[in-house]
């Protein structure tokens, strides 16, 4: 623990597989931009299958709720346009 204002704070370890919030939200922001893992995973310095390995993870929970949320939202706006 890290002692700042008389205030424990959690010390941040990078994980042993390299995934950080940052480059999840990293991920997120370009999978809205590009609709392609692939390219989202590039982008936030992951490899593909270590982004759907974090999306299968119970620890990756909320990842896996971002990126549902964002096909969800792809899904929506081409059926919108086609109406």
């Known amino acids: 623990m890290d002692q700042r204002n008389d205030r424990c704070l959690?010390?941040?370890?990078?994980?042993?597989?390299g995934s950080t919030r940052d480059k999840q939200v990293t991920f997120?922001?370009?999978l809205n931009r590009t609709r392609n893992v692939t390219h989202a995973a590039t982008a936030a310095g992951m490899s593909r299958e270590s982004a759907y390995r974090l999306r299968?993870?119970?620890?990756?929970?909320e990842f896996a709720a971002?990126?549902?949320?964002?096909?969800?939202?792809?899904a929506g706006s081409r059926i919108r346009r086609r109406t």
């Open 28 to 30: 997120i922001i370009a």
């Open 10 to 17: 959690p010390i941040t370890r990078p994980r042993h597989d």
């Open 66 to 74: 971002a990126w549902d949320q964002s096909l969800r939202f792809h």
């Open 56 to 61: 299968a993870r119970p620890s990756g929970a």
